[in-house]
């Protein structure tokens, strides 16, 4: 099975919140007015999780939603950028 790994670059998050409006539960908003992705590891600046393949139209809607475009997925095995 094909595993995806989802980047976030928390640092740059305006804190729009659309990832979380579109995917609550994978996106929850913190004190600081910005999203975690939920399960993740990492820290206040740059947050990375593995899914399988069945997530992965989810965390791609995400990605597409963020208007400042700080969530990416990239497939895990082949190194390729999806968004």
């Known amino acids: 099975m094909v595993k995806y790994r989802i980047v976030f670059d ?4 305006i804190g729009a919140a659309a990832c979380v409006a579109v995917r609550p ?3 929850e908003m913190k004190d ?10 990492g820290d206040a600046a740059k947050q990375e ?10 965390h791609l809607e995400a990605a597409r939603v963020c208007p400042v ?6 497939n895990a095995d082949t190194g390729e950028q999806l968004v």
């Open 69 to 74: 475009a700080v969530i990416h997925v990239f």
């Open 10 to 13: 928390r640092s740059a998050c």
């Open 25 to 27: 539960e994978f996106w």
């Open 32 to 41: 600081d007015s910005k999203p975690d992705l939920v399960g993740s590891k």
């Open 49 to 58: 999780l593995i899914v399988d393949e069945k997530d992965l139209e989810k």
